[in-house]
C-alpha cells in the first residue's frame, strides 16, 4: 500500500495553525477562491503534501498555488522553494506562483492565469507568472 502523502495526521496542527493566520494576500484570494467560486473548481487552502503544507491545492487537477511575501525572496527562500516545487513535481502537481503584492494590485490577472492553469496541461513551474505593466 502507498505511503499516504496528504494531509497526513503529524501535520494537522501545523495546517490549523496556518489556515487560522492567513497573511492579507491568502485571505484575499481564498475569499476568492472558496466555495468553488472559480470556474466551479474546488480548492483547498493550506494542505499538506508530504512534508509541505501548500497555499491552496486544486486536487482535481493537481495544481498547487503559492502566494509569496518576502520570506521567499530570501537566499533560503529561494533553495527552499526550489527544493519544494521539485518535490511537487515528482508527483506530477504543478505550482503557480504570485507575488503577494500582485494579489492586492492585479487581482483579476491573478485569478486569469489560475484560470488558464485549471485547462492548462503545461510542466511544473517554479517562476511567478509576469502579470503586470509598468
Not at 497573511?23 to 466551479?40: P, R
Not at 527544493?83 to 511537487?88: K, S
Not at 503584492?101 to 492585479?106: I, K, L, M
Amino acid at each position: 500500500m502507498p505511503e499516504k502523502l496528504h494531509n497526513i495526521k503529524s501535520m494537522k496542527k501545523n495546517r490549523k495553525k496556518l489556515r487560522n493566520s492567513l497573511t492579507s494576500a491568502e485571505a484575499k484570494l481564498w475569499s476568492l477562491l472558496k466555495n468553488s467560486q472559480l470556474e466551479n473548481r474546488k480548492l483547498r487552502r493550506q494542505h499538506s503534501v508530504g512534508p509541505y503544507v501548500l497555499d491552496f491545492y486544486c486536487p482535481s487537477i493537481k495544481l498547487c498555488i503559492e502566494l509569496d511575501g518576502a520570506v521567499h525572496f530570501t537566499d533560503g527562500g529561494y533553495e527552499y522553494d526550489s527544493a519544494r516545487t521539485e518535490y511537487l513535481k515528482a508527483l506530477n502537481i504543478r505550482v503557480i506562483r504570485f507575488e503577494n503584492e500582485d494579489v492586492f494590485e492585479n487581482t483579476e490577472g491573478v485569478l486569469e492565469e489560475i484560470m488558464r492553469n485549471f485547462s492548462s496541461k503545461q510542466t511544473t513551474s517554479s517562476s511567478p507568472p509576469i502579470l503586470g505593466g509598468d
